[in-house]
């Protein structure tokens, strides 16, 4: 293994086991403040932002104001997504970028597994996207995780960030696709097996989030109620998915949809997100790695 990613463990993993990762695609608003106060308030380990409108040096002398703790970690592909960790930017170094900058794909030391896979996405918006453009794009993203998972090593891969489809999408549920399931007992079987063909599972915990009597405050992380016959209003966009081995690893009480940034609610007065912060919520999620 690469002596990079032997040194890591003495950089952070000495600290403690949990890793803290969030995401926020803050929709071109430059939200400074809030972006490092959230961090703050979350012990943020490793954060990871869309539509950042920030140049990366700003935001890092507000992370760094008292000592320095973060770094910013580039891709010179995908500059669609921006992200900084509390380690060495180099042991988050780009696997494989997308010419379409649609995504990053990191590798990640853990103790428990030597490396990790980190996918970070920021979709194409169903603004110009329909249903069907997204099913047929999705084999790009699906290629990109396989590929990775041969070089680094199968059943390890966590995969986050805006989507622009919902959990129950087909891009998202389909064998083809990216075969994410709500039921961690289902996904812990690892694959199932269409026409004769076996095809592994990913497990997404954002189904958990849908509807009121579900987890959290909210029933999603962006919110449109459009004057179609069809319109859900809550839209579950920014997930998380992630590999049934990792299931043990996964803590389950710590992932969240953040509507608060210390006393500034991020949803408005009739309980809808606050567009002027931004039209999506962060969502939160860690790993005992």
């Known amino acids: 293994m690469d002596s990079l990613f032997l040194r890591l463990p003495f950089l952070f993993y000495t600290q403690q086991n949990e890793m803290n990762f969030l995401f926020w695609n803050t929709n071109k608003k430059a939200n400074l403040h809030e972006i490092v106060e959230l961090v703050k308030q979350e012990d943020t380990d490793l954060l990871m932002l869309a539509e950042n409108t920030n140049s990366p040096a700003e935001l890092l002398l507000e992370l760094n104001t008292k000592k320095t703790l973060f770094s910013f970690s580039p891709d010179p592909i995908c500059n669609k997504i921006h992200i900084f960790t509390k380690f060495n930017a180099k042991n988050t170094k780009p696997l494989q970028g997308d010419t379409k900058q649609r995504f990053t794909t990191r590798r990640l030391f853990s103790s428990v597994f030597g490396e990790v896979i980190l996918i970070v996405v920021h979709y194409q918006s169903r603004v110009n996207w329909g249903k069907n453009d997204q099913n047929a794009h999705i084999f790009e993203l699906k290629k990109a995780i396989e590929y990775a998972e041969v070089e680094v090593g199968k059943n390890r891969t966590i995969i986050c960030g805006d989507f622009n489809m919902n959990p129950f999408d087909d891009a998202m549920v389909q064998t083809t696709g990216l075969h994410a399931v709500m039921d961690k007992t289902i996904?812990?079987?690892?694959?199932?097996?269409?026409?004769?063909?076996?095809?592994?599972?990913?497990?997404?915990?954002?189904?958990?989030?849908?509807?009121?009597?579900?987890?959290?405050?909210?029933?999603?992380?962006?919110?449109?109620?459009?004057?179609?016959?069809?319109?859900?209003?809550?839209?579950?966009?920014?997930?998380?998915?992630?590999?049934?081995?990792?299931?043990?690893?996964?803590?389950?009480?710590?992932?969240?949809?953040?509507?608060?940034?210390?006393?500034?609610s991020l949803l408005s007065k009739n309980n809808i997100i606050n567009k002027k912060i931004s039209d999506h919520l962060p969502i939160k999620f860690s790993f005992n790695l």
């Open 187 to 264: 996904a812990s079987k690892t694959s199932r097996t269409v026409d004769g063909k076996s095809y592994d599972f990913l497990y997404n915990p954002m189904w958990s989030f849908l509807g009121d009597m579900s987890k959290g405050d909210v029933s999603g992380t962006i919110y449109y109620s459009l004057a179609n016959p069809v319109s859900y209003h809550w839209n579950m966009f920014d997930q998380v998915l992630f590999s049934p081995q990792l299931i043990p690893y996964f803590d389950e009480n710590y992932i969240n949809i953040v509507t608060k940034i210390g006393t500034k």
